[in-house]
C-alpha cells in the first residue's frame, strides 16, 4: 500500500536540516511524514512549488499586538493576518497590552481572544513587575506563555523593572530563558531634559543613547549571573552592547531588528520623521555595520520584528509626544531576503536567525526546522521576486511600514501552517485556525 498524504508540496528546493534538497515534502496530521520524490503519490492536495524555495515557517518572536486595550492601533486578528501574508507561522506577543499581561487571567484572556481569530500560531509573554515577581515562576509555565519579558527603560505601556533589586527578583523567579528590554530607567530619566518641551525627533537617539542601553545590559548580565538566570536580550542596538555581548554567550541570547539592521541615523529621521522613532533607536551607521558585523559572527540568535504599531494620527504628534515603533511583522521576511539578495547574510544564516534560532532560544517544540514529525510550516518564498512594498499591502489596523514604497527583491508566495495553506499570492485563505506554539519546557 503506497504512502497516502494529506498534501504534497512538490517541484521546490527545501531547506532541510541538510541543507538545499530538491525534494518533495509530504504532509499528514498537520507534521512533515516524507521526504523524496512524491509526485505519483495519493495526496488530497498538492501544493507546486517550482521555481521557489521551501523555507522553515517563519517565527516572529517579538510583536505587539496590542489587544486587549488598545485595538484602534491593532488587533490579535489583524496582526496575525498581517504574519500569514509576510510569511510567519508563528508569532509570540509582548505584554504591554491594556491590562499588562501580568497574570493568568490576562493570560488566559489573550488565548481565548486568539482561538479562532488568529490567523498564525501564538504564544503570550507574561509582563515582569515588583508586584507579581514572586508569581513569575508559576506564570512562566502556563500553556501558550513564551516566557517572562521585563523592560529595564520604559518604553510603550507601564511595565518597568528598573532597580537591582526587583531586576534580581524577577530573575530569581523562573527558569525559563528570559527576554529583557536593556535601556537604563535613570539615565533615561537624567537625560530627559535633553528633549522634554520639543525636539527634532533625530533627538531621540542622543537621549536615548548607545550608553543607556549598554549600562542596562551590563546590569542585567551581572544579575543574570549572580541569579543563575538565562536571558536573551532583545532588539540589541550598538556596537558595544555586541564587544560586551561576544564575552557572555554561555548566559545571554542575543535578538536584532531588521529596522536596525536596515536604517540608520540621520537619514532615517530626515526622511520618516517620527515614523523612524522607536526604543531602543535607531543609531548613525557605525552601529548598523556593527550589527551586521555580529550576525556574520555569529552573536545573535534571532531576529524579531518588534511590530509595535501606533496610528498615523500618533506618530504625528510633534516628538516627544509621538509614541516609538514601528510596523514589522509582515515585512520581516521580505526585507531581510532583499539583505539576502544584496549579499549582506547567506540565506542559511537567514533561516537560522528566524525559525531554528527563536526555536533554540525558547525551546519550542516541534518547529523550527523541516523535518520529519516537526510540525509543516512552510514559508514558501521566490528569491528572485521583485516587489514594492506599498502602505496598502499592510494588514496592521495602523495602515502603513516605513518601507512604503521600497522595492526589494525576495517575497513570500505562499505560507503553510501545520500542513494548511494560510496564504498564497498576498491573500489569507480559509480561516483562522492559529493555536498556542508548545514550548519544550512547559509540557
Ligand atoms: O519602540 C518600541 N515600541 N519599543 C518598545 O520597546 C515597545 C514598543 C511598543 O509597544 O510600542
Same mark, same amino acid.
Not at 486595550?69 to 508563528?90: C, I, M, N, Q
Given at each position: 500500500m503506497p504512502d497516502s498524504f494529506d498534501r504534497i508540496v512538490i517541484g521546490g528546493t527545501v531547506w532541510t536540516p541538510n541543507g538545499p534538497v530538491e525534494t518533495d515534502v509530504g504532509i499528514r496530521s498537520g507534521r512533515v511524514a516524507a521526504f523524496g520524490h512524491l509526485k505519483g503519490a495519493k495526496a488530497a492536495e498538492v501544493f507546486d512549488a517550482s521555481?521557489?524555495?521551501?523555507?522553515?515557517?517563519?517565527?516572529? /518572536?517579538?510583536?505587539?499586538?496590542?489587544?486587549?486595550?488598545?485595538?484602534?492601533?491593532?488587533? %490579535?486578528?489583524?496582526?496575525?493576518?498581517?504574519?500569514?501574508?509576510?510569511?510567519?507561522?508563528?508569532?509570540?506577543?509582548?505584554?504591554?497590552?491594556?491590562?499588562?499581561?501580568?497574570?493568568?487571567?490576562?493570560?488566559? =484572556?489573550?488565548? /481565548?481572544?486568539a482561538l479562532g481569530r488568529a490567523w498564525v500560531d501564538f504564544s503570550f509573554f507574561v509582563g515582569a513587575s515588583p508586584e507579581n515577581a514572586t508569581e513569575l515562576k508559576t506564570l512562566e509555565r502556563l500553556p501558550g506563555v513564551s516566557g517572562v519579558k521585563m523592560f529595564m527603560g520604559s518604553s510603550t505601556g507601564s511595565l518597568l523593572v528598573s532597580d537591582d533589586k526587583n531586576v534580581a527578583r524577577?530573575?530569581?523567579?523562573?527558569?525559563? #530563558?528570559?527576554?529583557?528590554?536593556? !535601556? =537604563?530607567e535613570d539615565r533615561l530619566n537624567e537625560r530627559l531634559h535633553l528633549v522634554k518641551g520639543g525636539a527634532p525627533v533625530a533627538m531621540h537617539a542622543v537621549w536615548r543613547d548607545a550608553e543607556t542601553a549598554l549600562l542596562a545590559t551590563k546590569r542585567l548580565v551581572r544579575l543574570a549571573r549572580e541569579a543563575g538566570r538565562r536571558v536573551h536580550i532583545l532588539h540589541i542596538s550598538t556596537a558595544e552592547e555586541m564587544e560586551f555581548l561576544k564575552e557572555n554567550r554561555d548566559i545571554a541570547t542575543v535578538e536584532v531588528l531588521p529596522q536596525h539592521l536596515t536604517l540608520s541615523a540621520p537619514e532615517a529621521y530626515d526622511r520618516l520623521g517620527t515614523l523612524a522613532q522607536q526604543n531602543p533607536p535607531i @543609531?548613525?551607521? @557605525?552601529?548598523?555595520?556593527?550589527?551586521?558585523?555580529?550576525? #556574520?559572527?555569529?552573536?545573535? =540568535?534571532?531576529?524579531? /520584528?518588534?511590530?509595535?504599531?501606533? &496610528? %498615523?494620527? !500618533?506618530?504625528? #504628534?510633534? *516628538? $516627544?509626544? /509621538? $509614541?516609538?515603533?514601528?510596523?514589522?511583522?509582515q515585512t520581516l521576511v521580505p526585507i531581510m531576503l532583499d539583505h539576502v539578495n544584496a549579499g549582506r547574510l547567506t540565506l542559511e544564516r537567514f533561516i537560522d536567525l528566524t525559525s531554528a534560532g527563536p526555536a533554540r532560544v525558547y525551546g519550542v517544540a516541534g518547529k523550527g526546522r523541516i523535518a520529519l514529525g516537526y510540525d509543516a510550516d512552510l514559508t514558501i518564498v521566490d528569491l528572485k521576486a521583485k516587489r514594492t512594498i506599498e502602505n496598502s499591502w499592510i494588514a496592521s489596523k495602523s495602515g502603513?511600514?516605513? *518601507?512604503?514604497?521600497? &522595492?526589494?527583491?525576495?517575497? $513570500?508566495?505562499?505560507?503553510?501552517? #501545520?500542513?494548511?495553506?494560510?496564504?498564497?499570492? =498576498?491573500e489569507v485563505i480559509g480561516s483562522p485556525i492559529g493555536a498556542p506554539t508548545r514550548f519544550i519546557e512547559t509540557f
Open positions: 521555481g521557489l524555495t521551501v523555507l522553515p515557517g517563519v517565527i516572529d /518572536s517579538q510583536v505587539h499586538f496590542r489587544e486587549p486595550g488598545l485595538e484602534h492601533k491593532e488587533d %490579535l486578528e489583524a496582526g496575525t493576518r498581517g504574519a500569514a501574508l509576510g510569511g510567519v507561522v508563528s508569532v509570540f506577543e509582548m505584554p504591554n497590552t491594556d491590562p499588562p499581561t501580568t497574570t493568568a487571567n490576562a493570560i488566559n =484572556d489573550k488565548i /481565548s481572544r524577577v530573575l530569581k523567579n523562573g527558569t525559563r #530563558r528570559m527576554a529583557v528590554h536593556c !535601556e =537604563d @543609531r548613525v551607521a @557605525r552601529h548598523r555595520e556593527a550589527l551586521w558585523n555580529a550576525v #556574520r559572527g555569529g552573536i545573535v =540568535d534571532c531576529i524579531g /520584528s518588534d511590530h509595535a504599531p501606533h &496610528t %498615523l494620527e !500618533e506618530k504625528q #504628534r510633534p *516628538y $516627544p509626544q /509621538s $509614541p516609538s515603533g514601528m510596523t514589522g511583522v502603513w511600514t516605513a *518601507y512604503d514604497g521600497q &522595492t526589494v527583491t525576495g517575497w $513570500p508566495i505562499a505560507t503553510i501552517l #501545520r500542513g494548511q495553506v494560510i496564504m498564497t499570492n =498576498d
